[in-house]
């Protein structure tokens, strides 16, 4: 009997220590607490070109699901996704933006009336809330495994005019997600260059 309460506790102590060790082993690998989200954001970088692979549904619920989650301003919500994937859609959208050949290009817009106003100077949230709409959709789309490029350079007049569906709001920008293209899909020179945080943040 001893000796079987002998052999249980030695069982127990190896145990211990098996378990202590896989802690050790996860305080040294993760950084930052847990640095799977860290991970996601320096993974991330611009797709100048993609493959005409399709985007998966599931996928892209996901994606568009991360964008309904976004907050906004006095939670009012403001912002529209329209779903660019048709081939009909995608040439109309061309004839403004060729999004890189991308598959799927989400455009992000407010309805300005919708937004929140900051009484204090007349600040309309319809832009910070499109902004945060789109940030939730590229960092989801890289979380999935999905390229991505944050368009900005467009005249969301001529966007207004090919997709009347838009026509209506402010649009704010367009996300081309998709497949990256071999060689043309990779990050440029740019993409490591950050200012040093002495640089970005300053503490009062």
């Not at 991330?44 to 998966?56: D, E, G, I, K, L």
């Not at 403001?78 to 004839?95: C, F, G, M, N, T």
């Not at 007349?122 to 979380?143: C, E, F, P, S, Y």
Request: proline content about 5%; some cysteine.
């Amino acid at each position: 009997m001893n000796k079987l309460l002998r052999k249980l506790t030695d069982i127990s102590k190896i145990t211990r220590r098996a378990a202590f060790s896989d802690m050790e082993q996860q305080i040294k690998k993760y950084k930052y607490g847990s640095d799977a989200f860290m991970q996601i954001l320096e993974s991330r970088y611009s797709c100048h070109a993609f493959t005409h692979h399709p985007v998966s549904e599931s996928k892209l619920q996901m994606i568009l699901d991360a964008g309904r989650m976004a907050p906004s301003a006095a939670n009012k919500q403001p912002a529209r996704i329209w779903v660019v994937r048709s081939e009909e859609a995608l040439a109309k959208l061309h004839q403004v933006h060729p999004c890189y050949g991308a598959p799927v290009v989400l455009i992000v817009g407010c309805r300005n009336e919708e937004a929140w106003v900051r009484p204090y100077d007349g600040i309309n949230a319809a832009k910070t809330d499109a902004a945060v709409v789109l940030t939730h959709l590229m960092l989801t789309a890289t979380d999935v495994g999905l390229a991505n490029m944050w368009i900005w350079d467009f005249d969301p007049s001529k966007i207004r005019e090919v997709l009347p569906e838009t026509r209506e709001h402010g649009i704010y920008g367009l996300l081309a997600i998709g497949h990256p293209a071999a060689g043309e899909g990779r990050p440029t020179e740019l993409h490591d260059q950050r200012k040093p945080l002495e640089d970005l943040v300053i503490e009062l």
